[in-house]
């Protein structure tokens, strides 16, 4: 309803997305001057909604002041009218519009746009398919500058070996690499940078490699390490690194630096890619979500020539990517409870461990030989699998008396394992009271002599 006078109560919508290229008061400021010019005559902005750092191709209702907007429309004393856009390709991306026309139109709000000079009216064929292009042009305008994007960065990578941005690799650190090519930035001061070798842990990068190269495991050199208290890369830049506690290397962080090219001197991009998909294949208005994922060393952007000093050689780097712990399988030995046995102390599943040529378990309680174990951390927990296996028949009679031999004896041990895995039931073991239990309602337990 139109406020007294008839003039109309607009509610302002506005959106801008990659604030570090834009400057959002500005942005804000000729969206709001041109919805203002649209309205004049016909009533006045009452209310704003600017959304900063959000996708166009995010819906509405996922945008946090257009949400709120869609929240506002539900008010019967929402304190304005319709809806004025700054700028409809900032606003509608693909077929928005379309879907979200019969939300405005049940609450009898109007959306003024400012390609057709006033309001939509979905009665009107000439708007509906005005505002389907528009969307498509929007959709089309963020995959162009996608494609135009990429391509000038696996350029600048492959033949001119420019550093992106991003964090420089543990070992490195940043150094300047004269001015910018583009005469524009240059002369706002703006110069290019490159990767140079940090003295304090690049050698440390070079460490890692020899270490690898001489047959030791991920494991073993992260103990290492630790146990000689080297800062983990999450010190070196601790504003960076919130979420980690700077004091210990993890084996994870130790892989990912044997298996980062741009050791070799050679600068590479495109290692990781974002997949958009679906979060609702039954309800596609809810959008994508975005997943990071590795891609495979064909789709990366290699320079052709060294772009900053080699932590390590070429040769050496790929001798290291080959260089695997392969697991022996002794014919023979076979684990009848692998997967169905848990500790007692942590739930953890146990590890098969082959002890005394008889197989085992044990559990290690989340320790791993990357770090030193602490004095009052617990003792594993071991087992012999032949102990349980000849208490399994009795335990899986008390569980259910249908489980029967053919000629109604009780089960073997083995009838017993497939008992407990066909129905999905597991078993823990408690080292401390060597006491066996079915992880079933009944908890029928057992103990082990």
């Not at 790929?318 to 399988?329: D, K, L, N, P």
């Not at 076979?334 to 044990?362: E, N």
Request: glycine share 8%; net charge positive; charged share 25%.
């Amino acid at each position: 309803m139109a406020s007294e006078g008839g003039a109309l109560r607009f509610a302002f919508y506005g959106r801008v997305s990659t604030e570090d290229h834009q400057d959002p008061a500005t942005s804000r400021a000729w969206q709001v001057l041109q919805a203002e010019s649209l309205v004049s005559g016909h009533g006045r902005i009452v209310a704003e909604f600017f959304d900063i750092g959000h996708s166009r191709a995010l819906p509405w209702a996922r945008r946090p002041e257009a949400g709120a907007l869609l929240a506002a429309l539900t008010d019967p004393d929402r304190g304005f009218d319709a809806i004025v856009i700054g700028s409809s390709e900032r606003a509608f991306h693909g077929n928005q519009f379309s879907v979200m026309a019969p939300l405005f139109e049940h609450y009898g709000v109007g959306v003024w746009i400012p390609e057709l000079g006033g309001c939509v009216d979905p009665k009107i064929a000439g708007h509906e398919e005005l505002m389907v292009l528009l969307g498509i042009l929007a959709k089309r305008e963020v995959t162009r500058a996608r494609i135009r994007v990429r391509s000038a960065m696996t350029v600048q990578t492959r033949d001119q070996g420019r550093y992106l941005g991003g964090r420089p690799p543990y070992g490195y650190r940043l150094v300047d690499a004269g001015p910018h090519p583009n005469r524009s930035f240059a002369r706002r001061g703006v110069r290019l940078r490159r990767l140079d070798t940090d003295p304090h842990t690049g050698p440390i990068v070079r460490w890692i490699f020899s270490q690898r190269l001489a047959g030791h495991s991920h494991a073993r050199i992260t103990r290492a390490l630790n146990d000689t208290q080297v800062p983990p890369p999450s010190a070196a830049d601790p504003d960076r690194n919130p979420h980690r506690d700077g004091r210990h290397w993890q084996v994870p962080t130790v892989r990912a630096i044997l298996a980062n090219p741009r050791y070799t001197g050679r600068q590479v991009w495109n290692r990781q890619r974002t997949d958009h998909e679906l979060i609702d294949p039954d309800n596609t208005t809810l959008g994508h979500r975005d997943i990071m994922r590795w891609n495979t060393p064909e789709d990366w952007a290699i320079s052709r020539k060294q772009a900053h000093p080699a932590l390590v050689s070429e040769t050496d780097f790929v001798a290291t990517q080959h260089i695997r712990v392969t697991r022996q399988v002794t014919p023979g030995r076979t684990y009848q409870l692998a997967g169905i046995l848990h500790c007692g102390l942590c739930s953890r599943r146990m590890d098969s461990h082959w002890t005394h040529q008889r197989p085992g378990y044990r559990c290690r309680h989340g320790h791993n030989s990357a770090t030193t174990p602490q004095p009052d951390r617990p003792h594993n927990a071991y087992v012999r699998e032949d102990l349980i296996l000849a208490h399994l028949p009795a335990l899986v009679v008390r569980l259910t008396a249908a489980v029967e031999g053919a000629a109604g004896e009780p089960p073997s041990a083995l009838e017993a394992v497939e008992h407990l895995r066909a129905r999905g039931i597991t078993l823990t073991y408690d080292a401390a009271v060597r006491v066996l239990t079915a992880d079933t309602e009944r908890a029928e337990r057992i103990l082990i002599g």
